[in-house]
């Protein structure tokens, strides 16, 4: 028995929902380990369907103990609100049930504001930077301030007198720049407020995360630690900037809960069929053409939190290739095989070709780290033959089309990682098992 770390391996929206709610059904404790309210996954169990921005996907299921760890930015707001939605919808979740670690850096109205500015500012005047594309959730923001040292964190909640010097350390560096920016100061006072007054909702739930997870793995529980967004928006790994503000790589699962790097057990990477970005920046395999259009229709690729359209393309193995590498994945959960169904060809990216500085064509193994390159690059293709029968639904690999097989073969050869996990439907239990994460 082993400890999984759930991670996407493209630029999110690989599907971790549903597998992370397999996994968490077999899991004594779930954790949620880095980003905020930004990321979304769908669960479906029993035609009931959950949508989770903030909460681990544990939390739906009875008897398990899920945790936001320290690594999450945690907008109690949203929190609260999402906890009330799933109680509507008859999930129980108390302080045994759901743990917020006392050390998780706040989100706060100012935040959220601070992200919209800056968008709105990029969009009007792009030479003034990037426009990222953000969630406007305050997340970037709020991680600024906890590594500048002047964030609000969950455990400052439990005193107004704690919390009130805290504000004036934060407005003393958030008013200089909002006036900087045309913005009127924000309101102390009632910042001050809104922060007490919600406090009396999250702190039944805080705790010492890290003693929870110690004591679970001494009594040898089963720990999923799950990660949101995918690797290619790590802050160090991915496409910069056009990235999230944390660590999503695995090794983050450790640091971001607080139990030592050697407990994490097997990596699993959530891993599309195909490829998709929500969002600004670099896509080497996107389609414009009716192909992708296609494949956004037939695979509802629709953000769980914003709603906006996925951009679709192409399998990329160069960039999953290198993601399994900086991650240390073990196997691949591969998802939403059913929406190449009656595809008359497939395509995947083996190469990259890059016209360098001399004006030669260079070719690539790698994605490099240059956002002016990884926009410039031209993917060498590989083309495969579809298939005409569907997968979907499939339970087993006799249940599949040779051709399809063969496309799933070829990805663990170009990716150098074995598939662990096929997914041929959102619903649960239309899943091929190949390797139990959780069995060593």
Not at 230 to 253: C, E, K, R, W
Request: glycine fraction near 12%; proline fraction near 4%; aromatic fraction near 6%.
């Amino acid at each position: 028995m082993t400890n999984v770390v759930v991670v996407g391996s493209q630029w999110g929206d690989e599907g971790k929902g549903k597998i992370v709610d397999w996994l968490s059904e077999r899991a004594d404790v779930v954790v949620r380990f880095q980003g905020g309210h930004n990321a979304g996954h769908t669960l479906v169990i029993d035609g009931e369907v959950y949508k989770l921005s903030l909460l681990p996907s544990g939390i739906v299921r009875g008897g398990k103990i899920s945790i936001i760890g320290n690594g999450v930015v945690v907008d109690p707001w949203a929190l609260m609100s999402e906890i009330r939605k799933l109680t509507a919808q008859g999930v129980t979740i108390n302080a045994e049930s759901l743990v917020v670690s006392e050390n998780c850096a706040l989100i706060l109205p100012l935040h959220g504001e601070l992200d919209t500015i800056r968008e709105d500012a990029s969009k009007a005047r792009t030479d003034k930077g990037p426009v990222i594309g953000t969630t406007r959730r305050g997340i970037g923001p709020a991680y600024e301030d906890k590594v500048a040292r002047r964030a609000i964190r969950v455990c400052d909640l439990k005193s107004i007198e704690t919390v009130t010097k805290r504000v004036d350390q934060l407005l003393s560096h958030h008013n200089p720049l909002r006036s900087g920016l045309g913005f009127d100061d924000v309101n102390r006072d009632q910042l001050i407020k809104q922060i007490m007054e919600i406090s009396k909702e999250i702190l039944p739930y805080v705790g010492a995360s890290w003693r929870i997870l110690d004591e679970a793995k001494k009594a040898g529980k089963r720990i999923l630690f799950e990660g949101a967004q995918g690797i290619m928006l790590d802050i160090d790994h991915g496409t910069y900037p056009f990235v999230t503000s944390s660590n999503v790589v695995a090794s983050q699962a450790a640091g971001g809960s607080g139990i030592g790097v050697g407990s994490l057990g097997y990596i699993l990477g959530i891993t599309k069929a195909y490829t998709t970005r929500v969002g600004s920046g670099p896509f080497p395999t996107e389609l414009f053409d009716e192909v992708g259009h296609g494949l956004g229709e037939r695979g509802h690729e629709f953000g769980t939190v914003t709603g906006r359209s996925r951009r679709c393309g192409w399998f990329d193995a160069i960039m999953v290739r290198q993601v399994m590498k900086i991650s240390g994945i073990t196997g691949i959960a591969l998802t939403k095989l059913d929406v190449l169904d009656g595809m008359d060809e497939l395509k995947i990216c083996v190469g990259y070709e890059l016209i360098n500085e001399k004006g030669e064509v260079e070719k690539l193994d790698y994605f490099p780290a240059s956002t002016e390159d990884q926009a410039k690059v031209t993917p060498i293709y590989e083309t495969m033959n579809g298939w005409s029968e569907s997968t979907y639904g499939a339970r087993s690999w006799i249940d599949l089309p040779a051709r399809a097989i063969k496309y799933v073969r070829r990805i663990e050869e170009l990716i150098e990682t074995p598939v662990a996990i096929l997914s041929t439907s959102p619903e649960r239990e239309d899943t091929i098992l190949v390797k139990n994460p959780f069995e060593d």
